[in-house]
């Protein structure tokens, strides 16, 4: 049981000895690395013109059921009318 108390006491000597001998202020730190350089922000995103809205719109699901709405629309005033 001394030999525990023993080792106990002489690991708390060490680790109170340990940060008074960190904590000199002659010692130099070893390398600190350099902050690494934060990532640049990305370009302002062009805003697409309106034509490219229309034509990714056409290209969509909505866009073709749109599509066949309006000419079934016109075919349907066409044929009334003739």
């Known amino acids: 049981m ?3 108390l023993g080792a106990l006491a002489a690991g708390i000597v060490l680790a109170t000895a340990a940060p008074a001998a ?6 130099k730190p070893e390398h600190v690395p350099a902050p690494k350089p934060g990532r640049e922000p990305a ?8 034509t ?8 969509s ?10 000419m ?4 349907g ?4 009318k003739f």
Do not use: N, Y
């Open 22 to 27: 960190a904590a000199e202020p002659d010692s």
């Open 2 to 4: 001394r030999r525990a």
């Open 52 to 59: 490219e809205e229309i034509g990714d719109f056409l290209t």
């Open 77 to 80: 005033m066409l044929r009334k």
């Open 43 to 50: 370009p302002p995103r062009r805003k697409p013109s309106t």
């Open 61 to 70: 699901r909505q866009g073709k059921a749109l599509q066949r709405q309006v």
């Open 72 to 75: 079934r629309g016109v075919f």
